[in-house]
């Protein structure tokens, strides 16, 4: 009988990191992403804690990742190592070992629990190009009129229908310096979680707005919401102040 | 120049397809050069999806070597799935690059590497949404179409569509072709096509099918192939590379970001192989056998792992264990991998080299996966007629060695359609598979071991002693393999530890037919294609009754058909398509290595045997390189952050 020739080693330290998904990088999956960050570890040589058993795996949590296509400033993925490290040292080291595109913003020291229930919603920028500010401005007042609105999504367990303007907190348009409409959202996380497709679902319902051209969504932030709920806040301002309170 | 950057454009459908990530590039140790920075612009083709295609390490090496040259840039093409490609079509996106997204129709070479034939209709789809001419006579400003790979030693079947083929070891050749192009360029490129063609003809060893025409005997086969103007080989000879070492590809793998068949970094340990499996066609036009030394094999293997990231890293050849130091490579490796959880895979084992020690080797730091080996042929008959010279008992013996010492799960590979092949030497092999549990099962003392049996219709290969032999049909395959299940299932007992694994042999039809064929069989090609014929090595868009209707038409007016290109046999005189291209092998001694096969003769290896004439060294001036040489692994510097770590404490 063959035995796991490896124990299982607790990881010493815990970190958070938000790292960005930009340009074409956008178009990586979930799954793409996280083979990327695997490797982007090995090859930074970060001394990473492992699950025990036949197949040992680096012990990594990721939290809410944006969909295939989606950019984003704002993902965030926490990993345990077998060795304390500097979370600077650590940032430039991931940031110079990831391919460009996956840019890494911020790295803390995990000192507090429940880092993924904080992720409370996300502020969302939508760029439509082809969609005039005027038709954008009327269909989101068509929308942000009703208090119900149900879109049809396709799952792998195929159509759901679901409400998305319960947990659409805020709206706003307006365009960019290139004049290109701008729709920004911020959404609350429940389930189904309401991801933007969604919203410019319900727009498309409720008011007939056309995208002519793909639009091209941005996650801008997650945490917790504040209390207008008009935004987020840091969601590793508690670790923050856990580590000015009492340094390691 | 400025040349367009097709991103912007692609940028609007790639929301709109599956696995966008495979056509945006940016893959780390990609390489983006100035168009207007270099002489020579390359775009090498790998003809099937880039999930198959990216982890190729003939592209990969390639597209490495011609990066550091300072007056070359080389970008990557794949074949694109049919979603994008209908969207390419309707938004009038020509064929693009994955490196810098520029239209391949721009680049002065794209070179296209077959392993298979079965990539011949992706050659077509990719010119057809480049823009550039289906057939080589129609060409003027368009790149120069050129394969490579081993498909390319009989490029007959796409001789119209091709300007070129190349043969043999890619490293010095695309440099030498490199060479000629920059120098023809600086010239204002005196001559237009047909004198670069005829350069690259008589400097650098490039077979240039429209050089040659090929006469038919009112039979239909082929009375000669003679070339049309002076100054042109009358045989076209391979190239080798002779000194691995000197060579030390790839420095820095490219790591996809899409999911692929080979997560993992690979490091050729060896090139060539003289076993003489004689349905291998890999194994007769690589030789001789050149070793990497265990010196540098640890160097591009450390550098591959920390330039990567991978977890596994395979030692590839066509027969990892036969590397003369193989031991010394795995444990030399395992030690400086200790801890880092990086495993080590050999794609192809034989029995007879295998043992347990190698075996633990390999999966030290990392995951243990199962065992692989290729017996090829059920029954001791057979393996004498196809030359795997492993005895019933070696099989057994290290099988169970395998249970033995931990493995579960052990995967056995045959072929179906052997020359002189009966049904009972295919029966044998669920004798064979019976054997291998009940002795698994009493030296494990488990019931819980598998074995399963994987089996392939076998296709005759050109430049192999079996070029002359008669493929079995595809009724007749499906019908020794239906035999084949029922006597695997017969004993219920023992029967339910063994899995089945099969094809149809359809597909094998339409690989021989393009694997044997001559020239008229491109317009079976073309035709397939312009029925909708895509990606044929996947199962799902394959189809056997489009080929068919396709060769139908195709050859109509010719007095031969599919059965006349595969099942059957050809006589000693007859001139087959590919004999003015030359791999070295002496014509006759294939022709009594095949007379050897049907008197069910053996033959050694030239590696530990003396010479048996061959040819390939006479003919092509190299010689076998092995070791052992004795050298000992040095520990190698740790990784960055690491290194910070341990500084640190």
Same mark, same amino acid.
């Given at each position: 009988m063959r035995t796991p020739d490896r124990e299982y080693v607790a990881p010493v330290a815990r970190y958070r990191i938000r790292f960005a998904k930009r340009g074409r990088m956008r178009f990586a999956s979930h799954r793409d992403f996280q083979r990327v960050f695997e490797r982007a570890l090995r090859r930074a040589g970060v001394p990473m804690a492992y699950s025990a058993g036949f197949s040992p795996h680096p012990k990594i949590s990721y939290a809410n990742a944006v969909a295939t296509g989606a950019a984003s400033e704002a993902e965030y993925v926490e990993i345990g190592t077998a060795a304390a490290l500097d979370p600077t040292v650590l940032q430039q080291a991931l940031d110079a070992s990831l391919p460009s595109g996956f840019d890494v913003l911020d790295v803390v020291t995990a000192r507090t629990g429940h880092f993924v229930d904080r992720l409370e919603g996300s502020v969302w920028r939508i760029r439509l190009p082809q969609v005039s500010e005027s038709d954008l401005a009327d269909a989101v007042a068509a929308l942000l009129a009703e208090t119900h609105v149900e879109v049809e999504r396709m799952t792998k367990k195929g159509a759901r229908r679901f409400d998305v303007r319960a947990d659409l907190l805020s709206v706003e348009c307006g365009t960019d310096e290139s004049g290109c409409a701008i729709l920004t959202l911020v959404v609350r996380h429940a389930v189904p979680v309401v991801r933007p497709d969604d919203v410019l679902a319900g727009l498309r319902q409720v /008011? *007939?707005? /056309?995208?002519p051209s793909p639009p091209v969504v941005t996650r801008m932030a997650q945490g917790p919401l504040t209390a207008d709920g008009r935004g987020v806040t840091d969601p590793f301002g508690p670790d923050r102040e856990e580590s000015a309170r009492a340094p390691a | 120049m400025p040349v367009t950057d097709l991103f912007d454009e692609l940028e609007h459908v790639l929301p709109l397809v *599956?696995?966008?990530?495979?056509?945006v590039g940016g893959e780390l140790n990609a390489v983006v050069k100035d168009w207007d920075d270099v002489a020579v612009r390359w775009a090498l083709m790998y003809p099937d999806a880039y999930e198959v295609g990216a982890p190729n390490q003939g592209v990969q090496i390639l597209y490495e070597v011609l990066n550091e040259r300072a007056d070359t840039l080389c970008e990557r093409t794949y074949a694109v799935w049919p979603d994008m490609e209908a969207l390419m079509r309707e938004r009038r996106i020509p064929a693009f690059t994955v490196d810098a997204h520029r239209p391949v129709s721009e680049f002065d070479l794209l070179g296209v590497s077959f392993a298979t034939e079965l990539g011949y209709t992706n050659l077509l789809t990719t010119l057809d949404l480049a823009g550039i001419e289906r057939r080589a006579v129609d060409r003027e400003s368009e790149p120069l179409v050129i394969a490579g790979g081993h498909a390319a030693f009989n490029p007959e079947p796409i001789a119209d569509f091709i300007d070129a083929a190349v043969l043999g070891d890619g490293e010095e050749a695309v440099l030498a072709i490199t060479d000629v192009m920059a120098a023809w360029k600086s010239e204002g490129s005196p001559g237009g096509r047909a004198e670069i063609l005829l350069r690259l003809a008589k400097q650098c060893s490039v077979y240039v099918p429209g050089f040659y025409d090929v006469e038919y005997l009112p039979d239909g086969r082929i009375r000669r192939v003679v070339p049309n103007r002076p100054g042109v080989p009358w045989r076209v000879a391979k190239y080798t590379v002779s000194d691995l070492d000197e060579w030390p590809y790839p420095k820095a793998p490219l790591v996809p970001l899409a999911e692929t068949v080979h997560e993992r970094a690979s490091v050729e340990i060896f090139r060539g192989c003289t076993r003489g499996c004689r349905f291998c066609q890999a194994g007769m036009i690589t030789r001789p056998v050149r070793e990497r030394s265990v010196t540098t094999v640890a160097e591009v293997v450390t550098n591959s792992v920390q330039r990567t990231g991978f977890e596994e890293v395979g030692l590839l050849?066509? @027969? @990892? /264990? &036969?590397? @003369?130091e193989i031991s010394e490579i795995a444990r030399g490796l395992a030690d400086q991998f200790e801890g880092s959880n990086t495993s080590l895979s050999l794609p192809s084992t034989r029995v007879d080299a295998f043992n347990i020690e190698l075996a633990n080797e390999l999966s030290r730091n990392g995951r243990r996966s199962g065992l692989t080996f290729a017996p090829e042929g059920g029954s001791e008959r057979i393996r004498r007629v196809i030359n795997k010279m492993v005895s019933e008992e070696d099989l057994i013996r290290t099988v169970a060695a395998a249970y033995a010492a931990g493995w579960r799960q052990v995967k056995l590979y045959f072929m179906c359609g052997l020359p002189t092949e009966t049904d009972e030497d295919v029966l044998q092999i669920a004798r064979l598979a019976r054997e291998v549990i009940r002795t698994g099962r009493e030296v494990?003392? +488990? +019931?819980d071991i598998r074995c399963t049996v994987s089996i392939g219709g076998f296709v005759p290969k050109p430049h192999t002693p079996f070029q002359w032999a008669a493929q079995l049909g595809a009724d007749d395959t499906d019908a020794r393999l239906a035999k084949l299940r029922a006597e695997i299932r017969s004993d219920r007992e023992v029967g339910r530890s063994i899995g089945f694994r099969y094809h149809d042999g359809k597909p094998g039809v339409v690989e021989g037919l393009l694997s044997r064929g001559d020239r008229r069989v491109g317009r079976i090609i073309e035709q397939a294609w312009l029925d909708g014929g895509r990606l044929d090595g996947w199962s799902e868009h394959f189809s056997y009754d489009r080929w068919m209707a396709a060769a139908e038409r195709a050859l109509a007016d010719e007095p031969v058909d599919v059965d006349w290109y595969t099942t059957r046999e050809r006589g000693e005189e007859e001139v087959l398509?590919? &004999?003015?291209? &030359? *791999?070295?092998?002496d014509r006759q001694w294939l022709w009594d290595d095949w007379q050897d096969a049907l008197d069910e003769v053996e033959v050694e290896d030239c590696r530990w045997t003396p010479c048996f004439d061959c040819g390939v060294c006479d003919q092509m001036g190299t010689e076998i390189q092995t070791g052992p040489t004795g050298a000992v692994l040095v520990p190698v510097p740790p990784l960055p952050l690491m290194a910070e770590v341990a500084a640190r404490r």
């Amino acid at each position: 009988m063959r035995t796991p020739d490896r124990e299982y080693v607790a990881p010493v330290a815990r970190y958070r990191i938000r790292f960005a998904k930009r340009g074409r990088m956008r178009f990586a999956s979930h799954r793409d992403f996280q083979r990327v960050f695997e490797r982007a570890l090995r090859r930074a040589g970060v001394p990473m804690a492992y699950s025990a058993g036949f197949s040992p795996h680096p012990k990594i949590s990721y939290a809410n990742a944006v969909a295939t296509g989606a950019a984003s400033e704002a993902e965030y993925v926490e990993i345990g190592t077998a060795a304390a490290l500097d979370p600077t040292v650590l940032q430039q080291a991931l940031d110079a070992s990831l391919p460009s595109g996956f840019d890494v913003l911020d790295v803390v020291t995990a000192r507090t629990g429940h880092f993924v229930d904080r992720l409370e919603g996300s502020v969302w920028r939508i760029r439509l190009p082809q969609v005039s500010e005027s038709d954008l401005a009327d269909a989101v007042a068509a929308l942000l009129a009703e208090t119900h609105v149900e879109v049809e999504r396709m799952t792998k367990k195929g159509a759901r229908r679901f409400d998305v303007r319960a947990d659409l907190l805020s709206v706003e348009c307006g365009t960019d310096e290139s004049g290109c409409a701008i729709l920004t959202l911020v959404v609350r996380h429940a389930v189904p979680v309401v991801r933007p497709d969604d919203v410019l679902a319900g727009l498309r319902q409720v /008011a *007939s707005l /056309a995208t002519p051209s793909p639009p091209v969504v941005t996650r801008m932030a997650q945490g917790p919401l504040t209390a207008d709920g008009r935004g987020v806040t840091d969601p590793f301002g508690p670790d923050r102040e856990e580590s000015a309170r009492a340094p390691a | 120049m400025p040349v367009t950057d097709l991103f912007d454009e692609l940028e609007h459908v790639l929301p709109l397809v *599956s696995k966008p990530i495979q056509y945006v590039g940016g893959e780390l140790n990609a390489v983006v050069k100035d168009w207007d920075d270099v002489a020579v612009r390359w775009a090498l083709m790998y003809p099937d999806a880039y999930e198959v295609g990216a982890p190729n390490q003939g592209v990969q090496i390639l597209y490495e070597v011609l990066n550091e040259r300072a007056d070359t840039l080389c970008e990557r093409t794949y074949a694109v799935w049919p979603d994008m490609e209908a969207l390419m079509r309707e938004r009038r996106i020509p064929a693009f690059t994955v490196d810098a997204h520029r239209p391949v129709s721009e680049f002065d070479l794209l070179g296209v590497s077959f392993a298979t034939e079965l990539g011949y209709t992706n050659l077509l789809t990719t010119l057809d949404l480049a823009g550039i001419e289906r057939r080589a006579v129609d060409r003027e400003s368009e790149p120069l179409v050129i394969a490579g790979g081993h498909a390319a030693f009989n490029p007959e079947p796409i001789a119209d569509f091709i300007d070129a083929a190349v043969l043999g070891d890619g490293e010095e050749a695309v440099l030498a072709i490199t060479d000629v192009m920059a120098a023809w360029k600086s010239e204002g490129s005196p001559g237009g096509r047909a004198e670069i063609l005829l350069r690259l003809a008589k400097q650098c060893s490039v077979y240039v099918p429209g050089f040659y025409d090929v006469e038919y005997l009112p039979d239909g086969r082929i009375r000669r192939v003679v070339p049309n103007r002076p100054g042109v080989p009358w045989r076209v000879a391979k190239y080798t590379v002779s000194d691995l070492d000197e060579w030390p590809y790839p420095k820095a793998p490219l790591v996809p970001l899409a999911e692929t068949v080979h997560e993992r970094a690979s490091v050729e340990i060896f090139r060539g192989c003289t076993r003489g499996c004689r349905f291998c066609q890999a194994g007769m036009i690589t030789r001789p056998v050149r070793e990497r030394s265990v010196t540098t094999v640890a160097e591009v293997v450390t550098n591959s792992v920390q330039r990567t990231g991978f977890e596994e890293v395979g030692l590839l050849s066509l @027969s @990892s /264990a &036969d590397h @003369s130091e193989i031991s010394e490579i795995a444990r030399g490796l395992a030690d400086q991998f200790e801890g880092s959880n990086t495993s080590l895979s050999l794609p192809s084992t034989r029995v007879d080299a295998f043992n347990i020690e190698l075996a633990n080797e390999l999966s030290r730091n990392g995951r243990r996966s199962g065992l692989t080996f290729a017996p090829e042929g059920g029954s001791e008959r057979i393996r004498r007629v196809i030359n795997k010279m492993v005895s019933e008992e070696d099989l057994i013996r290290t099988v169970a060695a395998a249970y033995a010492a931990g493995w579960r799960q052990v995967k056995l590979y045959f072929m179906c359609g052997l020359p002189t092949e009966t049904d009972e030497d295919v029966l044998q092999i669920a004798r064979l598979a019976r054997e291998v549990i009940r002795t698994g099962r009493e030296v494990s003392g +488990r +019931r819980d071991i598998r074995c399963t049996v994987s089996i392939g219709g076998f296709v005759p290969k050109p430049h192999t002693p079996f070029q002359w032999a008669a493929q079995l049909g595809a009724d007749d395959t499906d019908a020794r393999l239906a035999k084949l299940r029922a006597e695997i299932r017969s004993d219920r007992e023992v029967g339910r530890s063994i899995g089945f694994r099969y094809h149809d042999g359809k597909p094998g039809v339409v690989e021989g037919l393009l694997s044997r064929g001559d020239r008229r069989v491109g317009r079976i090609i073309e035709q397939a294609w312009l029925d909708g014929g895509r990606l044929d090595g996947w199962s799902e868009h394959f189809s056997y009754d489009r080929w068919m209707a396709a060769a139908e038409r195709a050859l109509a007016d010719e007095p031969v058909d599919v059965d006349w290109y595969t099942t059957r046999e050809r006589g000693e005189e007859e001139v087959l398509p590919w &004999d003015h291209l &030359d *791999s070295g092998l002496d014509r006759q001694w294939l022709w009594d290595d095949w007379q050897d096969a049907l008197d069910e003769v053996e033959v050694e290896d030239c590696r530990w045997t003396p010479c048996f004439d061959c040819g390939v060294c006479d003919q092509m001036g190299t010689e076998i390189q092995t070791g052992p040489t004795g050298a000992v692994l040095v520990p190698v510097p740790p990784l960055p952050l690491m290194a910070e770590v341990a500084a640190r404490r």
